[in-house]
C-alpha cells in the first residue's frame, strides 16, 4: 500500500494507515465513510471536500490499542529527521556517536540473536522506513539469511507488543529481512532510507570477507516516551513462528559476525518526525 502510494501518478490520492487487525479497521465506522465520501465525490461528483483533505491518515501507536490520529500531506513525511543510532559491539548499545575503534558481535546463526538498544531521553516519535546499514562476516558457508526486529521496550523493560501480519498480537514494532547473496543495490531506486534491491544475481560471501548489506524495514509509525526504549535484533532465523509466514530454507552455518567501527559503520536510520499537535 505504501509503494502504490508513493508510486501512483495522480494528483488524487490518499494513504489510510492503521496499526490494528486489517478486517476490523477496514469495516470499522470511520473507514467505511472514508470510502464512501471518496466515492460521492468522485463517482457522483459531490462536492464535500474530500479532494481538499489531507493526503495521509496516520496513526502513531503507543501500544496494542493505543494510538492516535492524525493527518499529514505527504508519505514519506516532507519533515522527517532520519538519524543514525550505531551499533556498539562491546556494549550492545544503539547510539547517536559512532564507535571510535572497531568492534564486532558474534552470534550463533541457528541458536542466538544479536541484541542491541537505545533509550529515549525525550519523548520520540519515529513514523516511516527504517533501514539497517550492516557489516557482516561468515565463519562457514557462503551465504547468511538475515532476520530483523525493531521493538519498544516500557520504562520497566518489558516488551510493548503490536499487531503484526494475519492479526498476530505479539508482533515488533517492525521487522525487515535479507538473503545476503541478494544485497545487489538498484543506484537509481534505492534512497537513503529505502534499499532498493535488484534481485538480479546472487553475490555470494567468501569466508571472513566483510561485506556491508542494506536491510529495509517495512514501514511503521510509533511515539516512544522519554524512558523507553527501541530494541533491535538481528538473527539468522524467523523472528516468531507463524504457520504461513515462515522461511523453511535457510542458508546459514556456524557463527555469524556483525562489524561496527571506523570505516564499518553499523547503524540503524530511525525517521523521526518533529513535534506535533496530536
Do not use: C
Not at 36 to 41: G, L, P, Q, S, V
Not at 165 to 171: L, Q, T
Not at 185 to 205: F, G, I, K, M, N
Request: hydrophobic share 35%; no cysteine.
Amino acid at each position: 500500500s505504501f509503494e502504490g502510494f508513493k508510486q501512483i501518478s495522480s494528483e488524487h490520492k490518499w494513504l489510510y494507515t492503521h496499526g490494528r487487525q486489517k478486517w476490523g479497521v477496514y469495516y470499522s465506522d470511520d473507514a467505511l465513510r472514508t470510502q464512501t465520501e471518496f466515492y460521492d465525490h468522485f463517482l457522483k461528483g459531490e462536492d464535500n471536500g474530500f479532494d481538499r483533505r489531507p493526503a495521509v491518515r496516520l496513526e502513531v501507536r503507543e501500544s496494542l490499542e493505543e494510538y492516535k490520529v492524525r493527518f499529514e500531506e505527504d508519505w514519506p513525511i516532507p519533515d522527517t529527521d532520519y538519524r543514525e543510532l550505531y551499533l556498539h559491539g562491546d556494549s550492545m548499545e544503539l547510539s547517536n556517536v559512532a564507535p571510535i575503534s572497531s568492534t564486532e558481535r558474534r552470534y550463533d546463526s541457528e541458536t542466538e540473536s544479536a541484541v542491541f538498544a537505545h533509550t529515549f531521553v525525550e519523548d520520540t516519535e519515529l513514523s516511516g522506513n527504517m533501514k539497517l546499514k550492516l557489516w557482516v562476516s561468515i565463519e562457514e558457508g557462503n551465504d547468511m539469511d538475515l532476520f530483523v526486529s525493531v521493538d519498544k521496550l516500557n520504562a520497566a523493560g518489558e516488551v510493548v507488543h503490536f499487531y503484526a501480519k494475519m492479526g498476530y498480537n505479539k508482533g515488533p514494532v517492525a521487522m525487515g529481512w535479507l538473503r545476503v547473496s541478494q544485497r545487489a543495490l538498484d543506484p537509481e531506486r534505492s534512497t537513503p532510507a529505502q534499499p532498493w534491491l535488484l534481485h538480479d544475481r546472487a553475490l555470494p560471501v567468501k569466508r571472513d570477507d566483510v561485506v556491508p548489506v542494506e536491510i529495509e524495514i517495512l514501514p511503521s509509525s510509533t511515539l516512544f516516551h522519554r524512558g523507553e526504549s527501541l530494541r533491535l535484533t538481528v538473527q539468522g532465523r524467523d523472528l516468531f513462528d507463524h504457520p504461513s509466514l515462515g522461511h523453511h530454507y535457510a542458508v546459514n552455518r556456524g557463527v555469524h559476525h556483525i562489524h561496527s567501527g571506523p570505516g564499518q559503520e553499523s547503524f540503524l536510520l530511525v525517521p523521526v518526525i518533529p513535534p506535533r499537535e496530536l
